[in-house]
């Protein structure tokens, strides 16, 4: 019974997100993708001047009576978006100090782009990994394959095998998606191995996200006294006197170096950086990251 109990409360979880994200994000984040290829398209681009070796049937006479010159409209080729999810299933998802833990922020930034990138024809697939070792998630089309893929990443009964890293995930992921689309890696960066480099193998096919979820507790420690800190990837204890400055001031400057290099990573990486923490509204934050991209692009 209390297997199904927890079957049935994901369930509900999920259809929640989807409910939160549809409304919320609705007209905002939800849209047509850009296609990948110029070419013959029903999506239309902006208009250009004409060079020679055009193809006169696409002279847009409007903005050529308008503006002088003689322009063209190039088109988007429309093309079916295969998004991946690399999600981060390790230990170090399970704390929170605010309104929630780093997995359900985790959980609730994949539901978010699984949710806003099923479309007609789209699939969508994830590597998922934590201290055991990693696990493909084929690509699905359609709301049922898309509820079944976050029922997976919101289990801890998935079997998993190989490596268990985060550069070990992106390149099975990279492996894995022959075609051009979408990768969003969801993670806390929390991880030894050498990320940066299989993002930059990524980025160079691939559109690819990095959602990062933090927990303002790993910025800086509180002046509380005698404090017993766990990792909870090896469950390795350490105390350590907080009301010490010192060390306050060491531990502030090293997380914030770990962030500015994790940041500095995304960036060369040529990758997209969305930063969520527990305590602020993750999906202002998604509105908000999602408006600048479209800006830039």
């Not at 004409?50 to 190039?74: C, E």
Request: aromatic share 4%; proline share 3%; glycine share 8%.
């Amino acid at each position: 019974m209390t297997g199904a109990a927890d079957v049935a409360r994901r369930a509900d979880r999920l259809r929640q997100l989807e409910l939160l994200v549809t409304r919320r994000l609705d007209g905002v984040v939800a849209g047509d993708h850009q296609g990948r290829v110029r070419g013959v398209g029903s999506e239309v681009e902006d208009a250009r001047v004409y060079v020679p070796g055009d193809d006169s049937r696409r002279i847009d006479w409007n903005a050529t009576a308008r503006l002088g010159d003689v322009h063209v409209r190039d088109t988007i080729a429309d093309r079916e978006l295969e998004t991946w999810l690399v999600f981060d299933g390790s230990a170090s998802l399970d704390f929170g100090t605010a309104t929630c833990e780093k997995r359900d922020l985790a959980l609730a930034a994949a539901a978010a782009f699984a949710f806003v990138t099923a479309g007609p024809g789209n699939r969508i697939g994830a590597v998922v990994y934590d201290g055991s070792g990693a696990r493909i998630v084929a690509p699905r089309s359609g709301r049922d394959g898309t509820l079944a893929l976050l029922h997976t990443l919101g289990s801890r009964d998935r079997a998993a095998e190989g490596d268990a890293s985060l550069a070990a995930a992106i390149r099975r992921c990279r492996l894995a998606a022959p075609r051009r689309g979408l990768m969003v890696v969801v993670s806390d960066l929390l991880d030894g191995s050498d990320w940066q480099r299989e993002l930059v193998a990524a980025s160079v096919k691939h559109d690819v996200v990095v959602a990062e979820v933090r927990d303002p507790r790993e910025d800086g420690l509180p002046p509380v006294g005698l404090l017993t800190l766990v990792d909870p990837e090896t469950g390795r204890r350490v105390e350590v006197q907080t009301n010490s400055r010192k060390l306050r001031a060491r531990f502030a400057e090293a997380a914030a170096a770990r962030r500015a290099a994790a940041r500095d990573a995304v960036r060369k990486a040529g990758a997209a950086h969305l930063v969520l923490s527990t305590d602020r509204d993750w999906l202002q934050d998604l509105v908000r990251f999602t408006v600048a991209r479209r800006q830039r692009r």
